[in-house]
């Protein structure tokens, strides 16, 4: 299967443990979205990056979390000090270029803070 | 502030019928527009999408439609198969920052036999 793979499908974390979300994009792809969905609303982007580069950072909460796509390796989106409101499901994204490209989703990470 | 808007949250209809999915928009900067199908426990699935310079997008059984002076965009399924009952989300991306996808909260789809 060569889509976009995010590990771990699920995670619980309890308050103020640190969360760490993975998402490895499809071969070939350099740029990675990451969205956050809450329960009966559609998704809200955060963070956009491309290898080694935040692009844009607008919908990422300016404190607790962090988001990196190395050289070499998955991207990560790091979440500090979890809180209860953390509970979601994180999607991760990636297209082979930026602008229009289609962005493939992976299936999610889902997030239960205790 | 929901810029992009789908006023449904369910939709049912008879296998074979057609379905249609509405969505409406609120930022005239908006100039391309997708949807996307999700199963449950899975990551949304690109369908269709039309850019702004066109009225109309067809593939398959799902064509897209675009009224830019009304600002919505309606999706069109024909004939409706017991495969398509998912929810829909309609998406919408700006010029100046044109990765960014603006979502609707979806419509959930349920095809009846």
């Known amino acids: 299967n060569a889509g976009v793979m995010q590990n771990p499908r699920h995670l619980v974390r309890r308050r103020g443990q640190e969360a760490r979300l993975r998402c490895s994009p499809v071969?070939?792809?350099?740029?990675v979205y990451w969205y956050r969905q809450l329960p009966e609303e559609g998704l809200k982007f955060m963070v956009y990056?491309?290898?080694?580069?935040?692009?844009?950072e607008s919908g990422m909460p300016k404190e607790r979390f962090s988001a990196e796509f190395p050289k070499e390796g998955p991207s990560i989106l790091r979440i500090q000090q979890v809180v209860r409101g953390d509970s979601a499901a994180y999607f991760c994204?990636?297209?082979?270029?930026?602008?229009?490209?289609?962005?493939?989703f992976g299936d999610g990470t889902r997030l239960s803070i205790l | 502030d929901q810029q992009v808007k789908q006023n449904s949250p369910s939709l049912s209809v008879q296998e074979g019928r057609i379905s249609i999915l509405n969505c409406d928009y609120t930022?005239?900067?908006?100039?391309?527009f997708l949807w996307y199908k999700k199963y449950p426990a899975e990551g949304p699935t690109f369908l269709i999408s039309?850019?702004?310079i066109k009225d109309k997008n067809e593939d398959g059984r799902f064509t897209v439609f675009l009224n830019k002076s009304a600002k919505h965009l309606s999706l069109h399924i024909v004939p409706s198969q017991p495969g398509d009952s998912a929810v829909y989300f309609c998406?919408?991306?700006?010029?100046?920052?044109?990765?960014?996808?603006?979502w609707g909260a979806g419509t959930k789809l349920i095809i009846k036999p």
């Open positions: 994204a990636s297209s082979q270029g930026g602008g229009n490209q289609p962005q493939h």
């Open positions: 071969k070939g792809h350099s740029h």
């Open positions: 990056l491309q290898k080694e580069n935040i692009i844009d």
């Open positions: 930022n005239s900067m908006f100039d391309y």
């Open positions: 039309i850019s702004s």
């Open positions: 998406a919408a991306s700006r010029m100046d920052s044109n990765y960014q996808l603006i």
